[in-house]
């Protein structure tokens, strides 16, 4: 455990099952990143400063260590006060080191990914006949509940259809693994995929559905509140060319078009239209509903860029962890960019010998003005 002025860091490391990393990790951990984004898989950097005495001629101490081999699972978590908040439980994927002889210059760095990383190793082709696409998702799941404690949250698509055994045998190909066949099907019903850490430390929760504006905002992101203030930086960017249409042929052989977001709640009073327009190519085999819930998703995602913001929060000021794919309030900006945002990442920087914790986010949202009279402070 390591004390960072108020901020207490846990590390814990093993094979399967981490357990609290010995002291002299915790003495040599010189930095934490670790980065969540709302679609791809989240990860991760440790880095420790590291030496050899005079009992360690052949080599580093730590790098004999068992315990952070690759393919070890790492879990950090942070305590603001006395509840353990999950940061990371992932799977460290390489190594790198970086002599130096200047004293203490050595530095090995441990990279690792999100705990999907363990669906993305092995391409298998696998047959789901009569199935539809939610339950080929729930089936696949159920192959990672243990060992790393993934709990499946799988929606129902709104054009929800079982394949026949011809269409179905055909859609997970030897090339694709269960990671690559997950988002595929989510791409294919307008969702998305992904695992995230659980609100316990050691579980993980696999979320594959539309993309989520879920549960009340996260405390204010305060900009200019003089003793309020959280925000070091942050800029808004607003583009009026992002949004587009996308029109598509239905089996009929007429074309349909969709220029309006459907993300829920709305989170700006004045959107722009679509002033582009762009055709949806309509792979062989998929439904009218399917490519009506395709190029819905392309106009939505068009939409979220309109207006984007990045900033740097002092997490220490903040007194939490912000967290992607859900909502926050900004205040403190103004009358157009004042107002409640989507999370899109991320990127968590802790210092350990600086006592510095940083987090680095994107926000984004369909268009200006506030939605809510009032923000959560």
Known sequence: MTNLLGLHLQLLVGATVPTPAPLKFSEALESVEVTHKDQDRSGFQLVFQVGRGALELRDYALLKEQRIKPFSRVLVNVFFGVRPLPLMDGIITNHQLAPSSDPGASKLTLTGEDVSVMMDLEKEARAYPNLSDDLIASLILLGYLVPYGITPQVETPPSRQTRTVDRQTTTQPRNATDLEYLKELAGRN??????????????????WGPPPRRGGAQGALSINMGPHTNVES??????????????FRLESGTDETLERPTRRPPLATRIPAARKRDVLTRPDGISDGEARSRAQGEVDKSFDQVVTANGTLDAL????????????DVRGAGEHYDGRYYVKSVTHKIDVRKGEYKQTFSLTREGVGTTVPLVSP
């Open 190 to 207: 307008g969702f998305v995929f992904y695992v995230e850490t659980g609100a316990v430390p050691g579980t993980n929760v696999a979320y």
């Open 317 to 328: 000021r903040y007194g939490r962890i912000l967290k992607p794919r859900g909502l926050v």
């Open 234 to 247: 942050i800029t808004f960017k607003y583009d009026e060319l992002a949004p587009k249409r996308m029109t």
